[in-house]
């Protein structure tokens, strides 16, 4: 008998890679699937992204580079966080970590262990809670409700502090309800925070770039009074259609710096060389695929949206941001992760079911619209064609 340490007895997933792997499985027997499960950019990474990669290669950047990433890299990060949002970042406080996962398995692992309490937005990003688990301090879920158009409650958040809260984790735009935070609610919140000086924060920014109907993203960094205990979570996955790149960054304050660093000297050493060239290609480049990419985004969120409320018991609040919609299907009567996995299984139609993201999760779906307006119309058309021909089970 190996004994492992428990944490790995309470770790969870992203069940969003099972069904990828269920539909991948059914596809491959001959099944037209169409999957609105994974939360991937249905756009190639753009082409002079691609190629940037390739010239490091042929320019011989084979080896290590620095643990936090190419100084070229954190400068290009640091100037477009000045460009976008005007705030001044050093290249010093930046690390360029594999992926945007890295960062919150580093901030929770910094500050998560039993009797330390951990805020997470519940339905959320699955991974923040299975990590919390993990390292056994309590996850304390901060509920996102539908009423408030999914969009996170600073008073509500403010009141779960206790003493032994470490780290409070917000997402704006938010997976996987598409809600965005207004900016009034983000300023009430850092007000608050001033009465707790010693609980970090950590903003998972990864969907900033995309939002919608005129709403404006709200960086954190541009709240002086928390930059001594932000961490600021982003990378390219979603922006430039660069998930498999493996390509995150984020900011952290002085003191956590070190930690960071020696994480990676520990756990990777550093990002792969090549990926580093094509990511700072990525934010010098022009970003006009970027732009493209969130208009189309835009035109498919008005198609679900509408699609979605000619369906029997089915009703869906707008998203005002990432490419998630998460319907309520309360009054279908159906169990959410049940009428996900039928509808996989009867309809080929991949979506996922709302308690993947939270106890408060169950009576939603989450779609992602991040496929073609022909294949989210077929897959809305099936699951009307599902729920009215089947009893709820
Ligand atoms: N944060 C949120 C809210 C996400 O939805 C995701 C991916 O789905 C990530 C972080 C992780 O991104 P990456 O694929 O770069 O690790």
């Not at 936090?68 to 406080?93: C, H, M, W, Y």
Request: proline letters at 7%; hydrophobic letters at 40%.
């Amino acid at each position: 008998m190996l004994h492992t340490i428990d944490g790995f007895n309470r770790i969870g997933e992203e069940n969003a890679f099972a069904v990828l792997a269920r539909a991948a499985e059914l596809a491959a027997q001959g099944r037209d699937i169409v999957s609105l499960g994974i939360g991937q950019p249905d756009f190639p990474t753009p082409p002079h992204i691609v190629e940037a990669a390739i010239k490091a290669l042929r320019d011989g950047h084979h080896g290590y580079t620095p643990a936090t990433g190419i100084t070229p890299l954190r400068e290009a990060i640091a100037a477009d966080f000045n460009k976008r949002f005007g705030v001044e970042v050093s290249p010093g406080n930046i690390a360029v970590v594999p992926g945007g996962k890295i960062t919150m398995f580093a901030a929770i692992l910094m500050f998560g262990e039993p009797g330390a309490e951990i805020l997470y937005p519940d339905p959320g990003f699955p991974i923040y809670r299975s990590m919390i688990e993990f390292t056994g301090a309590k996850p304390v879920p901060i509920p996102v409700r539908e009423e408030n158009g999914f969009a996170f409650s600073a008073e509500e958040a403010l009141s779960l502090i206790t003493p032994k809260t470490r780290l409070i984790i917000l997402n704006s735009p938010a997976n996987p309800t598409g809600g965005v935070t207004p900016k009034s609610e983000v300023d009430k919140f850092v007000a608050g925070m001033d009465k707790h000086p010693n609980v970090a924060i950590m903003s998972d920014e990864i969907y900033d770039q995309m939002v919608y109907d005129g709403e404006k993203h709200v960086c954190l960094l541009t709240y002086p009074s928390i930059r001594d205990r932000l961490i600021l979570l982003n990378g390219w996955s979603k922006t430039y259609a660069m998930t498999g790149w493996r390509m995150g960054y984020s900011v952290w304050p002085q003191s956590l710096y070190e930690n960071i660093r020696k994480l990676a000297v520990n756990a990777w050493s550093c990002v792969n060389a090549p990926s580093q060239y094509a990511a700072l290609a990525a934010l010098t480049g022009p970003q006009h695929a970027v732009h493209k990419m969130v208009a189309e985004f835009d035109k498919r969120r008005k198609v679900v949206v509408s699609e979605l409320h000619k369906l029997p018991g089915i009703s869906c609040a707008t998203p005002k941001g990432a490419f998630y919609a998460f319907p309520n299907i309360k009054n279908t009567g159906w169990k959410a992760k049940k009428l996900a996995s039928s509808l996989l299984e009867e309809s080929g139609v991949a979506i996922i079911g709302g308690p993947d993201f939270g106890i408060l999760g169950e009576g939603y779906v989450r779609l992602s619209y991040a496929n073609s307006t022909e294949n989210i119309m077929k897959a809305i058309g099936r699951m009307g064609e599902f729920l009215s021909s089947r009893k709820a089970a």
